[in-house]
């Protein structure tokens, strides 16, 4: 996820535990497990089927990413089709996830990543794994420029806007409370350059949130999401206000990652004491909920997931 990387302390032992990055893609989950057997006939077949639907495929290649030995496995992939786009990928992704999480260095996950989109010129996914990299262990100037690289492939590519999104949320960290953040004005302009269906819409919630993470984090804000005060302003109800209404109007039931923009539109129901709102959103997440928002700013996200569910829940 994974869009930032985990927040440190109690909650990542558990959420680790807990959680699946798959959300409820069962493709994905077979394909994961055949890979993990060494099977990786099985991803080939996947990420033939998913195509070019980019946000899709984003997905499950981060996902599969992930797994163990996945790095070892593309390998393995290579050798037999030493020409394949996607074996390549998995490759520079793999090693993009070894090196964010201490277990190797990013110079080799940034040529393998760049020798990716040499050979795929229209897929998106290589630099959303440059991205991810430089997010989490680059320079300012990187950033913006693969998410421009990123952009021009796919405009409107989700995942790769929650990252410019936490991203931009830490600036100016220690500054307090700040309505005119400028990570409201750039998922304000996401949202409405985006198609009116696309779950972009749903990005001004999210900057509210990774802007609660991080003010909550520096002292700022109470660490306790509903007594912090940071979702009962004018502005802070227009902006769900709005995110709900598109997702009644237009909730996107086949988007590979719906769940991780359900989950922070509870969260923020929650937080605004929105409970018959929110439990319709809980009903759509099921067994899905997402490590983030629950975990901010440094809480069992489980936990803090469950006590909503059965408040929201209860309270209908």
């Not at 988007?255 to 929650?270: C, E, G, T």
Request: glycine share 8%; net charge neutral; aromatic share 8%.
């Amino acid at each position: 996820m994974p869009p930032p990387p985990p927040p440190l302390g109690r909650g990542r032992k558990r959420a680790a535990q807990t959680f699946d990055a798959a959300l409820d893609d069962t493709e994905l989950v077979a394909a994961r497990a055949a890979l993990a057997q060494g099977r990786w006939q099985a991803v080939r077949s996947l990420l033939a089927r998913t195509g070019d639907d980019w946000d899709r495929r984003g997905h499950r290649v981060t996902v599969l990413a992930e797994e163990t030995h996945a790095a070892a496995w593309a390998r393995e992939w290579l050798l037999a089709e030493p020409e394949s786009a996607d074996a390549s990928l998995l490759l520079g992704m793999a090693l993009a996830q070894g090196a964010l999480h201490g277990r190797g260095k990013p110079g080799p996950a940034r040529e393998t990543c760049r020798a990716a989109a040499a050979l795929a010129p229209a897929d998106p996914t290589p630099w959303l794994g440059l991205l991810l990299l430089e997010r989490g262990l680059g320079g300012e100037e990187d950033v913006v420029r693969l998410f421009d690289k990123v952009r021009h492939r796919h405009p409107d590519h989700h995942h790769a806007h929650h990252v410019m999104v936490s991203w931009l949320a830490e600036r100016r960290a220690g500054t307090g409370p700040d309505p005119l953040h400028e990570v409201y004005d750039f998922a304000n302009w996401a949202a409405e350059q985006a198609p009116a269906d696309s779950p972009l819409a749903i990005l001004p919630v999210v900057a509210h949130a990774e802007r609660y993470r991080v003010l909550a984090a520096g002292g700022h804000l109470s660490a306790e999401p509903v007594a912090s005060g940071h979702w009962a302003g004018r502005r802070a109800r227009q902006v769900m206000k709005a995110a709900f209404d598109w997702w009644l109007e237009w909730e996107q039931e086949d988007h590979p990652r719906r769940l991780v923009d359900l989950n922070f539109l509870a969260h923020a129901k929650h937080c605004q004491g929105r409970g018959a709102e929110a439990a319709a959103l809980f009903h759509r997440i099921g067994d899905h909920p997402t490590p983030a928002p629950w975990s901010y700013p440094d809480r069992d996200p489980y936990t803090a997931f469950r006590t909503a569910r059965a408040g929201a829940l209860g309270a209908m």
